[in-house]
């Protein structure tokens, strides 16, 4: 029998160009855990026993995590010599992208083995989100070993704080940023919030500006460390502590990238105004309760009255003006990102690629591969932070409190 949860985790598995590679993944895992299962004995197994069988299991999918680590590692190097043809991972997933370091996955699999107790398991095979955040510590395993991290940008909803929420001074994520902060890393927090005036701002991000604000352990120059960058793309602030919102607004013309600068006003005014009209028609052909907000640089849908949208109305008018506005000619002349909020959808111009390589820029230009962005829109339809994997290398979260165990695990493999 297809189970609801069946139904959506395929739904999903579709969306997301990295899925085949977790899917592979755990088709390799799988076996070992057939293998080694004996479900029907679980019951009957004791102290020893139970250790041997877990050992074996270990040293199985250690092997494998090897495996695949030396195919992403050929595939960097078919990258760098520019070899023709394609690298042997790429011939098995197609869609699997540039990897900005090496991922050590062997390691990263010991790690969260600690953590998760994956090779315990007698009924349940290593998971998507067993492979999801092996592959965040084989990212950060791979920024400190073969560089270091001198930026860490964020999301915000979801990712620093709850969805539609604020960050907080009790939020256990500010002190993490702080020391990041201290150790000379620059910061930045990408987001879709599209405000162009700081106090909006500072009322998400009041207990990060403040702690940073009134920090005895930060120098001057240290707390200029951090910049905001919103509507994905478009809207920069720096820190200013002379600022009663604690952010000034930096002029485009200090931060755009020279791509960005042959963006013509006019075509982004024909982007957005297909995409209202795409917005329009979706909203009053699925009847959804929302009012259309245009903004300088997006356009999108929110609930009116407090309601919620369900998840397939939201993704099937992302998709649904996505399609429309990538087979027009401006769409094809100017980057744009439509995405899924949560309980509304909007099109920016841009998208987080660009706006992780504008914070880049701005700090002197700091190389994708000492660049970490931490996100948790990288599967449903529009997501927004898969495309910061084309500026640098990125991991993939669920919630606040997992960007706060991988700040702790930066932390502690830089001190291994």
Not at 177 to 195: C, E, F, M, S
Not at 228 to 252: C, K, Q, T
Not at 274 to 292: D, G, W, Y
Request: with cysteine; hydrophobic share 40%.
């Amino acid at each position: 029998m297809t189970t609801r949860y069946r139904v959506e985790y395929a739904l999903k598995v579709r969306d997301w160009p990295l899925l085949p590679l977790l899917a592979n993944i755990a088709g390799l895992l799988a076996v070992p855990f057939v293998l080694h299962s004996q479900p029907t004995a679980i019951s009957e197994e004791h102290g020893e026993g139970l250790k041997a069988v877990a050992a074996d299991t270990h040293l199985r999918y250690a092997e494998i995590m090897k495996d695949v680590e030396n195919l992403m590692l050929d595939h960097i190097h078919h990258h760098e010599r520019n070899a023709p043809g394609k690298s042997k991972l790429n011939l098995l997933v197609p869609t699997v992208g540039t990897f900005f370091t090496q991922l050590y996955l062997e390691d990263a699999f010991k790690y969260q083995d600690r953590q998760r107790f994956i090779s315990r398991r007698r009924f349940v095979a290593p998971s998507f989100n067993d492979i999801r955040l092996i592959l965040n510590s084989a990212q950060v395993l791979g920024l400190v070993r073969s560089s270091d991290v001198k930026l860490v940008t964020f999301d915000g909803d979801v990712t620093l704080y709850d969805d539609g929420a604020c960050l907080m001074p009790d939020n256990p994520v500010i002190p993490r940023i702080l020391r990041l902060l201290q150790q000379d890393r620059k910061i930045g927090i990408v987001t879709a919030a599209g405000y162009t005036d700081a106090p909006k701002y500072y009322e998400r991000l009041q207990g990060l500006l403040d702690a940073i604000h009134v920090s005895p352990d930060l120098t001057a120059e240290q707390k200029q460390g951090l910049i905001v960058m919103g509507g994905e793309s478009n809207f920069l602030f720096r820190f200013d502590p002379s600022a009663d919102a604690r952010l000034a607004y930096v002029p485009r013309e200090e931060w755009l990238l020279d791509e960005m600068q042959a963006w013509s006003e006019g075509d982004i005014t024909e982007l957005l105004d297909l995409a209202e009209s795409a917005l329009r028609a979706c909203a009053a052909n699925l009847n959804l309760p929302a009012a259309v907000l245009r903004k300088d640089r997006a356009v999108g849908v929110y609930p009116v009255n407090g309601v919620r949208i369900n998840r397939e109305q939201l993704e099937e008018t992302v998709l649904v003006v996505q399609n429309t506005v990538q087979r027009s000619a401006v769409g094809s002349r100017l980057p744009f990102c439509a995405f899924n909020g949560g309980n509304d959808v909007f099109v920016d111009i841009g998208d987080k690629s660009w706006g992780v390589r504008a914070c880049q820029r701005y700090f002197g230009g700091i190389d994708p591969s000492k660049t970490l962005h931490v996100g948790d829109q990288f599967l449903s339809a529009g997501a927004n932070d898969f495309k910061a994997r084309l500026a640098s290398t990125t991991a993939w979260i669920a919630s606040p409190a997992e960007t706060v165990e991988l700040l702790d695990e930066l932390e502690e493999s830089v001190h291994s």
